[in-house]
């Protein structure tokens, strides 16, 4: 019979996962980290789509000792000014607002591009970083279907550079505190984490065709994806929700938990995905393509489940929270909300500890009120990974494999039933028109190559 969790066994867990967490940033652990180069090494970046997510990744790179922000890069004009602010501001030094990714390419002084473009964008925009001999640090999702996703990774590997994908909550103290603990036994074997992400957003109408605003090079916007006419409801965001540009919630959203989940069950790939769900909510009065409502269901070998329940246009909150991640084990159960709060429980739903600091002998993460979840060491540990410092947090490799799962849930949402997969690479076996979603069509002379 399984004991239970009570507070003396997690006292002596936690104990245990500290030793651990000391001894993985000890030298020792190190030891396979490349020969630093210089903790005064300047290191120089171009950050390409700045609308949001990306000027607050400049600003945050910007912030770092010895980082200069040289390019910022919008194919939307409107963004450059603010963008260039906010890092002169930081930096002291004003960066060249450029539309066009490939110059910061040309430019051998760039040591490192972040991308925070549209989804489309990701794999191609890095795999040609790659082959300019730079580093990559790119949002998730890594790529807009599976097979970019791999290329990315062998691009990689070919021309022996770092990616780094910016799930961010991989270099959280706390996080990575609760992840050491779950893999020291804290809750016993776990075989089930349920994630789960909501929202309230609203109705997008059908998009009307009309002259592209002069402010946009709608051309470099759509990049590699086959052209369509400008509509005035996909730019700035909406491509969100349309399968030629974007993902939907599962890998807008959802990667983040899938990943965390991934982590902590020492898991790669599944072999069974399925999922359901629809535009649900707002039936009929958009022209929104990707599910507003979606479960996806992810089974693995040797008894263990990940599911996501995602609701972009309902917010209620009970039982199912906003944004977090449920992982039940065989003594106990770990409810994390997300950003940086996580409580134990044990199997009588008795509540053991809330934690909501990390107890690591490492300065705790700053505190952002607005987003706690951006407030770690992602960039900065992309920053000293360059310079041979560090070891890349999440390493490409481990940023497709969560990817690909968000991945395969719309596949099977799309095809409308269960996927078999090959266990050794996340493959779907014997079924044509699931393996033809693997893939996407590309505009003529933009498919990304090695």
């Known amino acids: 019979m399984n004991k239970q969790l009570n507070r003396r066994d997690f006292l002596k867990v936690t104990t245990s996962a500290g030793i651990g967490l000391t001894l993985m940033h000890s030298p020792a652990a190190l030891a396979s980290t490349p020969t630093p180069a210089s903790s005064n090494t300047k290191v120089i970046l171009a950050v390409a789509g700045i609308r949001s997510r990306g000027t607050a990744l400049a600003k945050k790179f910007a912030s770092l000792k010895l980082v200069e922000v040289k390019y910022v890069i919008d194919v939307d004009n409107r963004y450059l000014d603010n963008a260039v602010g906010k890092v002169q501001e930081i930096q002291g030094k004003k960066p060249l607002a450029i539309k066009d990714y490939r110059k910061a390419l040309d430019d051998k002084d760039v040591d490192a591009i972040a991308i925070a473009t549209p989804d489309h964008w990701h794999a191609p925009m890095s795999i040609e970083a790659l082959k300019a001999e730079k580093n990559v640090y790119v949002e998730k999702p890594c790529s807009h279907n599976p097979l970019e996703g791999e290329v990315l990774v062998e691009a990689g590997r070919k021309y022996k550079k770092l990616v780094q994908m910016g799930n961010q909550r991989r270099s959280s103290k706390i996080v990575k505190e609760m992840i050491a603990q779950m893999k020291n036994g804290l809750i016993g074997r776990i075989y089930l984490a349920k994630c789960f992400y909501t929202n309230k957003r609203p109705p997008i109408g059908f998009g009307k065709k009309i ?5 946009l090079d709608w051309e470099l916007w759509q990049g590699p994806a086959p052209r369509t006419p400008y509509r005035d409801n996909v730019h700035p965001y909406n491509w969100h929700w349309f399968w030629n540009w974007g993902t939907g919630e599962a890998l807008n959203n959802g990667v983040h938990m899938l990943d965390l989940a991934r982590w902590a069950m020492d898991l790669d790939y599944p072999v069974k995905a399925a999922s359901s769900g629809g535009r649900w909510h707002h039936l009929g009065i958009d022209d929104w393509q990707c599910p507003d409502t979606q479960e996806i269901l992810l089974e693995f070998e040797a008894g263990k489940m990940i599911t996501w329940f995602g609701r972009s246009t309902n917010k209620f909150k009970q039982g199912y929270k906003g944004f977090g991640v449920l992982f039940f084990g065989t003594e106990g159960i770990i409810d994390y909300n997300g950003l940086n709060k996580y409580h134990i429980y044990d199997l009588d739903n008795k509540l053991i500890k809330t934690v909501t600091k990390s107890t690591l002998s490492e300065k705790a993460d700053q505190t952002n009120t607005k987003d706690p979840g951006l407030n770690d060491r992602h960039a900065e540990n992309f920053v000293q990974s360059i310079r041979g410092l560090e070891k890349l947090n999440s390493p490409i490799d481990e940023g497709h494999k969560s990817t690909l799962l968000g991945h395969l849930g719309n ?32 505009e003529p002379g933009w498919k990304p190559k090695l």
Request: hydrophobic fraction near 35%; aromatic fraction near 8%; avoid cysteine.
């Open 211 to 215: 002259d592209v605003p002069d402010y």
């Open 411 to 442: 596949i099977s949402l799309r095809v409308g039933r269960t996927l078999q997969l090959n266990k050794q690479n996340g493959h779907i076996i014997n079924d044509a028109e699931a393996v033809n979603l693997w893939k996407r069509t590309y």
